[in-house]
């Protein structure tokens, strides 16, 4: 329960609002699971299906497999026409959760707008899709447009701490060099998901093979977050890579959550963007998750007038903070207008548990 202040004819007056977002999600993974439960216990969201194509899981409620005791049963369908025609009630937010690939999530944006939905999304790709996929990023937005319906793709990295954030802490500076961001965590403290694809406990022979097979990513999104720097800021980068990812290796053997991980064993990666003009590297995203890794923090270097130096001590944790972005811009999506857009385009992202719908 909230009150929502308007100022009208120089009285502010006081409306009773208690009305929540009414979302569906699409994907149960492991990190689906948590988003699910998330909103669940959110006030200000109404989780009112799933999508999931596991047949384990189609036709049985959220609240009976996560163990969460309540009056809500929030059923879990097979696909989002399956949904339609029990949910009658109009939905406000698609939130999916399913892939990094935007080829993969594209169908499941498109469906969602057309059954009136503005859309938000985990895809790192979609965090800022105009160079990687410029044909597919035009035909999202002029669908989007329409359909008048919003599209964004969000995260804690990539969708904020190297890229919106640096972009932010930007705006004292009369003058902007270069800029440095480093991520350094501990992936003991990630989901199982996370250290499986960043290799952990494998040798270096098959933590090289699986890289370059495709078979585990490293992280995703670093050339993205570079390019949504670039855009924002003009820049004026004339050339943005990543470099191959780097094995973390144990000087001794390690046991966590995951693995047993044996010395000369892989603990995780280090993976590198870079941004560069005239052969000058001007942004540089350097990436390290590795388990054990001490100490963790997220830091953020601006050269310029004048110097920024930020340093996040203990880092931000990855899956809650995920999590929470995602929860915090449903009440925010459509305030920019209709389209594809990014972070840099929509208002101050800020927490927004009680801020309920108009």
């Known amino acids: 329960m909230i009150y929502n202040c308007k100022y009208i004819s120089g009285v502010i007056q006081q409306e009773y609002m208690s009305k929540p977002f009414n979302v569906v999600q699409f994907g149960f993974g492991s990190l689906g699971k948590s988003i699910a439960m998330a909103i669940i216990n959110r006030s200000n969201l109404h989780l009112v299906g799933l999508i999931d194509i596991d047949p384990e899981y189609v036709g049985k409620n959220v609240e009976d497999v996560l163990s969460i005791s309540g009056d809500t049963k929030t059923k879990i369908y097979p696909n989002l026409d399956s949904l339609l025609k029990v949910v009658k009630s109009p939905i406000d937010v698609s939130v999916i959760a399913t892939s990094s690939s935007l080829k993969v999530v594209k169908p499941s944006i498109i469906e969602s707008m057309r059954a009136g939905m503005n859309v938000i999304s985990i895809c790192e790709e979609l965090s800022f899709p105009f160079n990687r996929h410029p044909k597919l990023s035009v035909e999202l937005d002029s669908k989007a447009k329409e359909l008048n319906k919003t599209v964004l793709g969000t995260g804690i990295n990539p969708g904020y701490l190297m890229d919106l954030l640096p ?61 949504m720097i670039d855009s924002a800021l003009n820049l004026g980068l004339d050339k943005i890579e990543e470099l191959p990812p780097e094995a973390v290796v144990a000087d001794e053997a390690i046991a966590n959550s995951f693995a047993t991980i044996k010395k000369g064993n892989v603990l995780g990666l280090k993976s590198t963007g870079l941004g560069k003009k005239n052969g000058k590297t001007v942004v540089r995203l350097d990436f390290l998750a590795y388990a054990e890794a001490d100490p963790q923090y997220d830091e953020i270097v601006i050269e310029g007038l004048p110097k920024i130096h930020q340093r996040i001590e203990g880092g931000v944790q990855g899956d809650y903070s995920t999590i929470a972005m995602i929860l915090n811009l449903i009440p925010m999506l459509g305030s920019t207008g209709p389209g594809l857009v990014t972070m840099k385009d929509i208002p101050v992202p800020r927490n927004t548990e009680r801020i309920f719908k108009n």
């Open 167 to 227: 972009i932010v802490l930007t705006a004292p500076c009369q003058t902007v060099e270069t800029i440095t961001v480093t991520r350094h965590m501990n992936s003991s403290h990630r989901r199982f998901s996370f250290q499986k694809k960043i290799g952990t406990g494998m040798t270096q022979n098959e933590f090289r093979k699986n890289i370059d097979e495709g078979h585990i990513t490293g992280h995703v999104g670093l050339v993205e977050s570079i390019r």
